[in-house]
């Protein structure tokens, strides 16, 4: 079974307008860590947002938030005010278990995004 | 300055050739790790190590050897190498519990 599981392969955003992206994911620990990276055309990987599986308040950076429903098993990354630099893949990925060591990230499919003028 | 920096940032080889990606952090991080990249932009990791101990090691063919000389440095190695093995690699580091960093990607191509 998929770990990690996003749904949207493509979605196209009029510029200035909010964007949710979708991640649903599958694990029996109690203590994981969810993030969200972001791949531009340019090929590099940029760390967005993490949310923990203990924090109590959905983690927010700048335009990024993350809509966190732990009995769901979402985390979903809310983009506000798009701007056409948001145009990229999006990947969610899971931290299983503790934090202590080596961590490994499961990742989703991905998103691909475009943000229209 | 680069966080996580790779070379070469591509390679184009033939199948059977033996070649080497090298991977630098100067984060200070105790762990690196190497990611890869198919095709279809799914993301797997390989190998991790930590503190200079491999600590992860995926279900990668043995062609795959990870080499770890101080903290800063994670090195691949892949030896005779197959059509397969055409993705990009992308090195990361992290400090224990937080995000990882990831560097540019090394773009193998193998004809």
């Known amino acids: 079974a998929q770990k990690i599981t996003q749904t949207q392969p493509g979605m196209f955003v009029q510029e200035k307008e909010a964007v949710t992206l979708d991640c649903t994911y599958d694990?029996?620990?109690?203590?994981?860590?969810l993030f969200w990276y972001k791949q531009p055309s340019s090929g590099e990987m940029i760390f967005l947002i993490y949310?923990?599986?203990?924090?109590?308040q959905n983690a927010t950076e700048g335009r990024y938030s993350l809509n966190f429903q732990k009995a769901r098993k979402s985390a979903n990354l809310v983009i506000s005010a798009s701007q056409l630099g948001d145009s990229a893949m999006y990947f969610c990925?899971?931290?299983?278990?503790?934090?202590?060591?080596?961590?490994?990230?499961?990742f989703g499919q991905g998103t691909r995004l475009t943000i229209n003028p | 300055d680069t966080a996580v920096s790779q070379t070469p940032k591509y390679l184009v080889t033939q199948m059977g050739n033996d070649k080497s990606i090298k991977c630098e952090q100067n984060?200070?991080?105790?762990?690196m790790y190497w990611y890869k990249q198919d095709s279809k932009k799914f993301l797997k990791i390989m190998f991790s190590?930590?503190?200079?101990?491999?600590?992860i090691n995926e279900t990668v063919p043995n062609r795959f050897s990870p080499k770890s000389p101080d903290k800063a440095h994670l090195n691949l190695h892949i030896n005779s190498l197959e059509l397969g093995d055409s993705a990009v690699y992308f090195c990361?580091?992290?400090?224990?519990?937080?995000?990882?960093?990831f560097g540019p990607g090394t773009r193998l191509t193998v004809t």
């Open positions: 949310q923990g599986s203990y924090d109590e």
């Open positions: 984060l200070g991080h105790d762990t």
């Open positions: 694990t029996s620990d109690q203590s994981y860590g």
């Open positions: 190590y930590n503190n200079k101990e491999l600590i």
């Open positions: 990361a580091s992290s400090r224990e519990g937080y995000e990882q960093y």
């Open positions: 990925a899971m931290r299983e278990g503790p934090v202590q060591g080596a961590q490994k990230l499961v």
